[in-house]
């Protein structure tokens, strides 16, 4: 498997996230991150949740990496995603001094100035938006991207969620274009794209990418970085009940719509 150029160097003060279906495949990305720092000399600080984190360091030991051996020289760092926010949430809101206290409290650790740099791969966000507190997700994205302007270090941030179902995008998905710097795309994005545009060309006869970018809807902020697939998905959810009614029973790309024509009161 080819890392992600952008995972593999992920520069200090880029702030990246990914959309994944399968907790494996997140695995993957997330071990590709961590061991092309460990490997750069970097420091790792792992933000996860504790099965995600078993996924992450199985995928480093099939891959002849021990994180035992960077766990005790101090270059990688686990925290448990649900201990780590409950840190610095207040009243059910993420409160800003809490959250610097805590964070900033990891990134300046003493370790940190052996290494040549540090990357966090966080997912309290992602702890956030699955309980459909997608308003506290956004706000805590914004708060890292205010502590680096104080700290020098990467980050990447993973979404899990059923791309095909219509509650994955009940919540903005619009913010994460917004507050981060880079939406990378996965194969399963890509797969999605392909299933998205064949379904809408032979539906309404163009791709709904094409319509909606027509409509003006990437003039939303954020709304150019989402992938494709999921800035067409998202467009549909938000601006036609009559597609998404039907849209969301096609998992496959021989899966037709449900949606009526444009003729028959479809909004495209």
Not at 11 to 35: E, M, N, W
Request: aromatic share 8%.
């Amino acid at each position: 498997m080819t890392i992600n150029p952008l995972l593999a160097t992920a520069p200090a003060g880029r702030h990246i996230c990914q959309i994944h279906r399968d907790p494996q495949k997140l695995a993957y990305s997330v071990g590709d991150f961590v061991t092309a720092g460990l490997k750069r000399g970097e420091r790792v600080i792992l933000v996860a949740e504790p099965d995600h984190t078993s996924l992450v360091f199985q995928y480093m030991t099939w891959n002849d990496w021990n994180p035992d051996v960077f766990q005790s020289s101090g270059q990688l760092t686990v925290l448990d995603a649900q201990a780590t926010l409950d840190q610095f949430m207040r009243d059910g809101s993420p409160d800003w001094n809490s959250f610097r206290l805590t964070i900033g409290g990891v990134l300046t650790q003493r370790s940190s100035s052996q290494f040549s740099g540090v990357r966090v791969y966080g997912e309290m966000v992602n702890i956030l938006w699955k309980r459909g507190e997608s308003s506290a997700a956004i706000e805590v994205e914004s708060f890292w991207n205010r502590l680096a302007a104080e700290h020098r270090f990467s980050l990447f941030c993973c979404y899990t969620f059923d791309s095909l179902d219509k509650a994955s995008y009940a919540g903005p998905l619009h913010e994460l274009g917004r507050t981060h710097s880079d939406l990378v795309q996965t194969p399963d994005d890509q797969r999605l794209q392909a299933a998205v545009d064949a379904a809408s060309r032979e539906i309404l006869g163009t791709t709904l990418s094409m319509t909606l970018s027509l409509s003006g809807r990437e003039e939303v902020e954020g709304e150019h970085r989402l992938p494709p697939g999921h800035a067409a998905c998202s467009g549909c959810a938000g601006t036609c009940p009559t597609c998404s009614r039907g849209f969301w029973t096609a998992r496959a790309t021989t899966t037709r719509w449900g949606c009526q024509r444009p003729d028959e009161g479809c909004c495209l």
